[in-house]
DNA sequence: TTGTATGCGTTATCAC
DNA sequence: GTGATAACGCATACAA
């Protein structure tokens, strides 16, 4: 491979003119740049970001930790950072690690992404390590949070209007005259979860109705687990008249436990989800869900993380909390009984 | 940030010892490389792995180049790739790029890749590039192609028996008695599809029927044109009593106009599609699908990749072709017409 | 068992 | 408008 050096010799030039064509960094006789140009293509020259990267130390890495990219909404999360980075910095990149919400991964993983001296650091936190995290940000780490934030750690965030989104879909099933609500909690050490469940009790209170504990069921956060977990709700005596899942493992395991159970979906039983995907109007009732700006809180958490990395902005962290959708499809019985009105 | 000039320092010992305590690569004496382990501890000490990769002259990233992280499939074989990384080789990580089937993308996406000197590259070709491909393997560049092969470049590759996969679920229709059975062809310029459709024509073929053309249809891989493609599956007439899906978004398309027309699948009509995924269970009807071992593909790639950059095997390509799984559920009608038999 | 010194390929400072 | 050269932080060949 062809270094700076080969080409400089090849165009009669010192190295420093090489490096000044390949940057724009300085003036250039217009005859020299076109020999260098000339060289570079010859050779097949291209800079070694390895060593370029070392000199000015930048790395052009961006670390980002998620809990499984095989979740939908971190897969889109991820294409918008991907996107707006192209964008502010095509020079950079994501590297990329799942922890699978454990907090002891997540610990050795950004160990890792440290000694490759990522630029900066956006994290879904697990939970556990805000000690740790702490220490980072006070030493001016760049770092932004996504989807949750950690109350203890001072850092950027983007995230969703848990409370809110929860709130309204549980309104306009309140609204389709449904009472007796049940609520699927996915156990997650994530504060985005109690804010769905928060924002789920505040509702019913709104409209009269006393928060009932035994109709929140808890879920582990796995395909498996949410179907056993959905078997529960559907046992529940009286059945409950309407189900608001607070995740995408909860809402696809309870769906397929009323199937299993010949229920009918909405006729015997409402369900609804925090979290839309792709496949939700390929499934049959069509499922009504709040849906997340993922790809947007993608673009938003790089666009944080690139202001503190060129120190555009220092200091005060910002929390930047954006809207859900309520996508009203046909599992919360809306079409079938009355049209779809919008809460 | 402390480097191994502040530990050797503060231990009292040279740049040598410091660097090979941290890398086991000779004997110290116990005494010393206590010193040295307590002045790391002392100055959190993390070494630089950018001036490392430089001086070893190895960065210890792995390109995969995929189409689109958000297709369940894609996410699968990346986990797969980034669990065997973690067995193998724990120093490296993934710089991953999506193309979404541009070969322009993609030849962009493998410049950058290529400056930041990334060891080698797991790649799933959107077709186009034969001939850049072509001149990297030629140079002895460690590539591996997964998902799909191009016959024009002779490089590793990790690909799935596409033909009789998708003959076996044809198969499966033929004997539940289905006779006119259509085909959704996805349009990628990928041999992966074309290999689907020419099984799905054997297995026809070898019933005694003879594949009619009118019945494939046509499909850009994206949902919405999906769901147009699916409606015009619905119109041909007389309607056909199957349908060979031969991509995840074929599937989706179809289910969703299925659905949207009022009709009922299997009795109306039974869907099969290639490329199962999590959700297809919580599919009503669930999905029958042919299931492709996405995970352990990822595995299997990077370890032919290791062997590749490791020189532990040079020369001869060689094609890992993994067999699929036929899960039959409902969307057949197996279950309804007659249990559940195998094929 | 330990140390010295060179170079990996750049960028950037200083000099001309 | 151009060039010489000193870092960047480490691994390692060679010495001791």
Same mark, same amino acid.
């Given at each position: 491979?062809?270094?700076?050096?080969?080409?400089?010799?090849?165009?009669?030039?010192?190295?420093?003119?090489?490096?000044?064509?390949?940057?724009?960094?300085?003036?250039?006789?217009?005859?020299?740049?076109?020999?260098? #140009?000339?060289?570079?293509?010859?050779?097949?020259? %291209?800079?070694?970001?390895? *060593?370029? =990267?070392?000199?000015?130390?930048? /790395? @052009?890495?961006?670390?980002?930790?998620?809990?499984?990219?095989?979740?939908?909404?971190?897969?889109?999360?991820?294409?918008?950072?991907?996107?707006?980075?192209?964008?502010?910095?095509?020079?950079?990149?994501?590297?990329?690690?799942?922890?699978?919400?454990?907090?002891?991964?997540?610990?050795?993983?950004?160990?890792?992404?440290?000694?490759?001296?990522?630029?900066?650091?956006?994290?879904?936190?697990?939970?556990?390590?805000?000690?740790?995290?702490?220490?980072?940000?006070?030493?001016?780490?760049?770092?932004?949070?996504?989807?949750?934030?950690?109350?203890?750690?001072?850092?950027?965030?983007?995230?969703?209007?848990?409370?809110?989104?929860?709130?309204?879909?549980?309104?306009?099933?309140?609204? #389709?005259?449904?009472?007796?609500?049940?609520?699927? %909690?996915?156990?997650?050490? *994530?504060? =985005?979860?109690?804010?769905?469940? /928060? @924002?789920?009790?505040?509702?019913?209170?709104?409209?009269?109705?006393?928060?009932?504990?035994?109709?929140?069921?808890?879920?582990?956060?796995?395909?498996?687990?949410?179907?056993?977990?959905?078997?529960?709700?559907?046992?529940?005596?009286?059945?409950?008249?309407?189900?608001?899942?607070?995740?995408?493992?909860?809402?696809?395991?309870?769906?397929?436990?009323?199937?299993?159970?010949?229920?009918?979906?909405?006729?015997?039983?409402?369900?609804?989800?925090?979290?839309?995907?792709?496949?939700?109007?390929?499934?049959?009732?069509?499922?009504?869900?709040?849906?997340?700006?993922?790809?947007?809180?993608?673009?938003?958490?790089?666009?944080?993380?690139?202001?503190?990395?060129?120190?555009?902005?220092?200091?005060?962290?910002?929390?930047?909390?954006?809207?859900?959708?309520?996508?009203?499809?046909? =599992?919360?019985?809306?079409?079938?009984?009355?049209?779809?009105?919008?809460?």
């Amino acid at each position: 491979m062809a270094t700076i050096r080969d080409v400089a010799a090849r165009a009669n030039v010192s190295v420093a003119t090489v490096s000044h064509v390949m940057n724009g960094s300085r003036r250039v006789n217009d005859e020299t740049r076109q020999r260098v #140009l000339d060289a570079i293509h010859h050779l097949k020259y %291209r800079r070694h970001g390895i *060593a370029r =990267s070392l000199r000015r130390s930048k /790395s @052009g890495a961006i670390g980002v930790i998620i809990s499984d990219i095989t979740n939908p909404f971190f897969a889109d999360l991820v294409r918008g950072i991907e996107t707006a980075i192209q964008e502010i910095d095509p020079e950079s990149h994501i590297i990329l690690s799942n922890t699978d919400e454990d907090a002891a991964k997540e610990l050795q993983v950004i160990d890792v992404l440290m000694e490759k001296r990522v630029d900066g650091l956006i994290l879904a936190p697990a939970g556990g390590n805000e000690g740790f995290l702490s220490d980072l940000v006070s030493r001016a780490f760049p770092m932004v949070f996504v989807d949750r934030a950690l109350p203890q750690v001072d850092a950027d965030s983007v995230v969703v209007d848990n409370t809110v989104g929860a709130r309204r879909i549980v309104e306009h099933l309140i609204a #389709l005259g449904h009472r007796r609500i049940a609520a699927m %909690r996915a156990t997650l050490h *994530a504060t =985005s979860i109690d804010a769905r469940i /928060s @924002g789920y009790q505040t509702a019913l209170r709104e409209a009269g109705i006393k928060p009932d504990p035994r109709l929140v069921i808890e879920s582990a956060s796995e395909i498996g687990a949410a179907y056993a977990a959905g078997q529960r709700v559907l046992a529940l005596d009286p059945i409950p008249e309407a189900v608001f899942c607070s995740n995408n493992f909860t809402t696809l395991g309870l769906i397929r436990a009323i199937h299993a159970a010949g229920l009918r979906c909405p006729d015997d039983i409402a369900v609804v989800g925090f979290d839309d995907f792709p496949w939700a109007d390929s499934f049959h009732p069509q499922l009504t869900a709040v849906s997340q700006p993922a790809f947007a809180m993608g673009e938003d958490a790089i666009r944080l993380l690139f202001d503190r990395i060129n120190e555009r902005r220092t200091g005060k962290s910002v929390q930047l909390t954006l809207s859900t959708d309520l996508v009203v499809r046909e =599992s919360c019985g809306a079409l079938i009984k009355r049209g779809a009105p919008t809460p």
